[in-house]
């Protein structure tokens, strides 16, 4: 196998960006819905996201700056100091998508995207009614990542909420993905879909 390597400095942040998004893959899709300070609901994907921690159950996402200041999500979470995470299923993937229109403040992206829009009870933002899965987070805290043009959010899931047609394997409580069929983002324009699941138990202690 040949092998070409590529030093990070020499390429553009763009180039960084294509290499980057397509090579950690597939990622969770961090759909996450708040209010503004307003009451302007607001609805953003980001695949910069991920669970990082079970005691406290804790989930991260870094947000993007824009050139001329921050996203609605991120200014929404410093005002409300929560946000919800919207599992996206296969059959969100289209709405979803256009969520993630370059719009105003002021533009629902619930309206935009054709979705319903319920309240948490308890946190304070909303989320999708067509969801079957929803995170309820409260933010615990920012990181500074020095220098990167991104805010690292980290909040605690405070609440579950999971659609009833959502089933446990039997004896735990993993949602069965069959029945959750969550979308990952690869690179560019492309998503994971998902397809045959595989089942390999771990191996025993040695």
Same mark, same amino acid.
């Given at each position: 196998?040949?092998?070409?390597?590529?030093?990070?400095?020499?390429?553009? !942040?763009?180039?960084?960006?294509?290499?980057?998004?397509?090579?950690?893959?597939?990622?969770?899709?961090?759909?996450?819905?708040?209010?503004?300070?307003?009451?302007?609901?607001?609805?953003?994907?980001?695949?910069?996201?991920?669970?990082?921690?079970?005691?406290?159950?804790?989930?991260?996402?870094?947000?993007?700056?824009?050139?001329?200041?921050?996203?609605?999500?991120? #200014?929404?979470?410093?005002?409300?100091? !929560?946000?919800?995470?919207?599992?996206?299923?296969?059959?969100?993937?289209?709405?979803?998508?256009?969520?993630?229109?370059?719009?105003?403040?002021?533009?629902?992206?619930?309206?935009?995207?054709?979705?319903?829009?319920?309240?948490?009870?308890?946190?304070?933002?909303?989320?999708?009614?067509?969801?079957?899965?929803?995170?309820?987070?409260? #933010?615990?805290?920012?990181?500074?990542?020095?220098? !990167?043009?991104?805010?690292?959010?980290?909040?605690?899931?405070?609440?579950?909420?999971?659609?009833?047609?959502?089933?446990?394997?039997?004896?735990?409580?993993?949602?069965?993905?069959?029945?959750?069929?969550?979308?990952?983002?690869?690179?560019?324009?492309?998503? !994971?879909?998902?397809?045959?699941?595989?089942?390999?138990?771990?191996?025993?202690?040695?």
């Amino acid at each position: 196998m040949n092998i070409r390597v590529i030093d990070p400095g020499e390429v553009s !942040a763009r180039e960084r960006y294509q290499l980057m998004t397509s090579l950690v893959v597939p990622r969770p899709i961090g759909w996450l819905s708040t209010w503004s300070a307003d009451g302007v609901a607001n609805l953003a994907p980001f695949s910069y996201f991920n669970a990082i921690s079970v005691s406290p159950m804790l989930v991260a996402v870094s947000i993007g700056h824009l050139r001329d200041g921050f996203k609605d999500t991120l #200014v929404n979470l410093r005002a409300r100091g !929560a946000f919800c995470v919207n599992v996206v299923s296969e059959d969100l993937l289209v709405p979803m998508n256009e969520s993630s229109a370059n719009v105003g403040p002021e533009v629902d992206e619930f309206v935009l995207a054709g979705l319903s829009q319920s309240t948490s009870d308890r946190v304070d933002a909303p989320f999708v009614a067509e969801c079957a899965a929803v995170l309820e987070c409260r #933010v615990q805290q920012e990181v500074d990542l020095r220098g !990167a043009p991104n805010t690292l959010v980290i909040g605690e899931v405070v609440g579950i909420r999971l659609a009833e047609e959502l089933h446990f394997e039997e004896g735990t409580m993993l949602v069965i993905p069959e029945q959750l069929r969550p979308l990952g983002r690869l690179g560019g324009s492309a998503y !994971a879909i998902p397809g045959v699941v595989r089942r390999v138990p771990r191996p025993d202690a040695r």
